[in-house]
């Protein structure tokens, strides 16, 4: 049966006002309002304040994935940046500004320059003016109705260094560097800019932002300042927040400020209280927060050491990063529009990121209607609507579309044996062997997958609680909860003994690369060198809370290079207990997310290990009903099909090198004879996987056989012995009479033969 689709739980994304129009754009409904990911879905965007040329797109799937789709290289330093409609304006340094055509996002091209007599390191754009903060030139306003030819029509000098700039109604405010200080500035005539008030602070003010009454300073060492701006020529500072390290970069939303706090990371404020503000929260970076901005519930940050960080802001008091892209050079500024995260990255320009999905096909009713096509391809989520006007206005719709996954599972049958317990899975694919640990009994059990009987009980050597499981080579390796610190066991499967151990705790499994992959019973998946454990690639799970979410279960599926992934949600509280099984690439991407509910009569049980058979294309999952601490249990093991692999054929995918015809092969680690491609012959059994040398990237035919002795020739049959170190045979049938002239095709089991 095929089950329901489950989507991620996404953030909710507040309503943006870019630019404030004329009239209220809003979205008020979208239908219809789901579609699966394999086909495209013709939609209709309902509000008011639509105009002729407006974008449309989704927020969620490229949250956690960010990559760069554009790029434009400026001739200077890109320090800050500010996006106004299809244009982005780059305060380049020495170069002054620069602006760049972001119509096409993927390729974005510099049209119009404007020489500025300092250093421009910030910008801020509203209406047809550019306000570039200039360095020791104060502050240039530049018309900008004419992209291609922007002018300077105004400045204002300031008492030191203008460092940053923000423009809320008729007034600029001007983070002072050298003044240490803000400037307020009357830009009501932008041709004839003046100075009406200074609020001294007590460091370098490096970053201002404004919000209502109050603008928020990012005041170097001394952190955050707030300055009550409600008479514009006497701004006097209300409250004061010390961050831990230098606050470079700040950004309001809602009852919080938002601060770029170098080596500290990113600090979370609470500032609902303008007058006592203090700090809730806390995200540590990678390496220095330099520049930040908030859109909705994530706040995109600019690190210093080359990286756009996406944090997720949704719990202010426990943000976490969500996702990363690198950027060519220091990450400097980054302004959030239309569906792209815009990065100002020093000498190498203009970076465009992709955080979202544009929408196809947008078409203008009226002002109260567009239509726009859903691509097919979507990773299945509930995504966010998000409406931009040309002139800047845009407005979000929240949860406004699901998309669904087309992919199911369905049940091939299952095993219910007293002897069975919660645990780990692994599947032998040489010998055609299931292994079940049992985190009660403290064993792991050796299954016939025919008939799901017990074949060997194995008590393990060491005090364990043995939970995730998975065979490699000749050893199952098992995670040890209860030991101190957590260990993987490296584990004869003949007598339980552990040959080896390294750091690790969780599922495990296996990847085509010899990568152990664990999950630490949290929602990051982790890629260790299973000869030491140190971690080599991470995989954070999005839409999972890691409060009260629990992933269980990992295997891998060789055919398409896939984890398959067991998530309990609400394992510990915040909610109703749901399993779900997911499908995920190995750079991260949920190609597909299923609650997984067999039959409703059994309540409470958990999806707990997963092992993959790749000869048959099929899941093995435990799962299990259990008290905690675990005493008493009762545990089913299910068989699941997951539909048939997709790309390649499962021969293209079970490979470790290649061959090209004409060159020496080897099988079973010995030179055996020539090769030509060609297509009539199968060797896609797993067996071949246990021997280092094989070759599987290709069919082979017309192959020259050296059958080693004779004595192994038997009824058209022939088999070689593995040199892998348990000496397992490998089966192969020889067809016809000439045993060195013929095709190969390798058989499971010798009785085959008779």
């Known amino acids: 049966m095929i089950k329901r689709a489950r989507v991620f739980t996404a953030s909710l994304l507040g309503l943006l006002l870019c630019v404030s129009g004329a009239y209220a754009l809003e979205v008020t409904s979208l239908s219809p309002t789901s579609g699966s990911s394999g086909e495209a879905t013709p ?82 754009v509203l209406g047809n003016h550019a306000y570039v903060a200039d360095s020791y030139a104060g502050v240039q306003v530049i018309d900008v109705s004419n992209p291609a030819n922007p002018s300077i029509v105004g400045t204002c000098g300031v008492s030191g260094h203008a460092r940053a700039i923000h423009v809320s109604g008729d007034r600029a405010y001007v983070a002072d560097s ?9 830009v009501s005539v932008p041709t004839n800019p003046s100075s009406v008030g200074w609020c001294d602070t007590m460091s370098n003010a490096l970053d201002v932002f404004v919000s209502g009454n109050y603008a928020y300073v990012a005041d170097n060492v001394q952190g955050v300042q707030v300055i009550d701006v409600s008479n514009p020529a006497n701004p006097s500072i209300v409250g004061t927040c010390d961050t ?72 202010p008091v426990n943000p976490s990063i969500v996702g990363s892209c690198a950027t060519p050079d220091s990450a400097r500024g980054v302004y959030v529009s239309g569906g792209y995260a ?40 509930i995504y966010n609507l998000h409406v931009s006007n040309p002139g800047g206005e845009s407005a979000t719709l929240n949860n406004a579309f699901t ?26 694919e040489l010998t055609d062997t299931l292994w079940s640990s049992d985190i009660i009994a403290k064993t792991i059990l050796k299954i016939n997958p025919n008939n799901g009987s017990v074949l060997t009980t194995l008590s393990v050597s060491y005090n364990a609680l043995p939970t995730g499981l ?87 599926d060789e055919n398409t290079s896939t984890l398959w992934v067991s998530v309990v949600e609400h394992r510990w509280g915040g909610g109703t207990p749901t399993n779900w099984l997911l499908n995920v690439g190995l750079d991260g991407t949920v190609l597909s997310q299923e609650e997984f509910d067999p039959d409703s009569a059994l309540d409470g049980y958990e999806l707990f290990g997963l092992a993959f058979d790749n000869n048959s294309n099929t899941l093995w999952a435990n799962y299990s009903q259990f008290d905690k601490p675990p005493t008493s249990d009762d545990t089913y093991i299910y068989h699941l099909s997951v539909g048939e692999p997709s790309g390649v054929p499962v021969i293209d995918k079970l490979r470790r090198k290649r061959r090209e015809p004409g060159q020496k092969f080897n099988i079973v680690g ?26 599987i990237e290709w069919t082979p035919t017309n192959i020259k056989v050296k059958i080693p002795k004779k004595k192994y020739v038997k009824n058209g049959c022939a088999w070689f012995q593995s040199l892998d170190e348990r000496k397992v045979k490998v089966w192969v049938n020889v067809e016809g009479v000439d045993s060195n002239k013929k095709k190969l095709t390798l058989i499971k089991n010798p009785a085959d033969c008779q």
């Open 43 to 124: 939609v209709s965007v309902f509000g008011t304040g639509f105009e002729s040329g407006a974008e449309v797109s989704f927020f969620g799937v490229d949250l956690f994935n960010p990559s760069i789709v554009g790029s434009s290289d400026t001739p200077g330093w890109a320090g800050g940046i500010s996006v106004s409609g299809s244009h982005a304006f780059v305060a380049d340094g020495y170069s002054g500004l620069q602006v760049v055509d972001v119509s096409s996002p993927a390729n974005p091209s510099i049209i119009g320059t404007c020489d500025t007599p300092g250093v421009a390191s910030a910008v801020y």
């Open 178 to 186: 050298s003044a240490n200080g803000v400037q307020v500035i009357d």
């Open 244 to 315: 831990p390290h230098q606050a470079y970069g700040v950004h309001v939303s809602g009852d919080y400020a938002y601060v770029a706090d170098s080596a500290s990371g990113v600090q979370v404020i609470n500032v609902g209280d303008p007058a006592n503000p203090y700090i809730v929260g806390s995200c540590d970076t990678q390496y220095e927060a330099w520049g930040i901005y908030v859109f909705g519930d994530h706040a995109y940050l600019a690190d210093f050491g080359g990286l756009l960080q996406v944090i997720d802001v949704s719990n």
């Open 342 to 381: 815009y990065v100002a990255a020093y000498e190498a320009g203009l970076q465009v990121i992709s955080g979202f999905v544009s929408l196809a096909d947008v078409t203008w009713v009226s002002d109260t209607e567009l239509t726009a096509t859903v691509p097919a391809g979507l990773v299945p989520e």
């Open 403 to 428: 998309v669904t996954t087309t992919t199911g599972y369905t049940v091939l049958g299952y095993f219910h044996e007293a002897q069975y317990g919660p645990g780990g899975l692994a599947y032998d």
């Open 470 to 556: 998975t065979y490699k080579d000749g050893y199952l390796w098992n995670s040890d909860q209860w030991a101190v610190p957590e260990v993987i066991h490296k584990v004869n499967p003949e007598n339980g003994n552990s040959v080896d151990t390294i750091p690790g705790l969780g599922g495990l499994t296996f990847d085509n690369q010899g990568r152990l992959w664990s999950n630490n019973w949290d929602i990051q998946l982790r890629a260790l060198d299973p000869s030491d454990g140190n971690i080599l690639d991470t995989i954070m799970l999005p839409g999972f809370d890691p409060t009260y979410d629990q992933t269980l279960g990992l295997a891998f």
């Open 670 to 695: 010995s030179n055996f004879g020539w090769g030509n491609l060609g297509d009539h012959v199968r060797i896609g059994r797993k067996e071949f996987a246990y021997d280092h040398n094989r070759i």
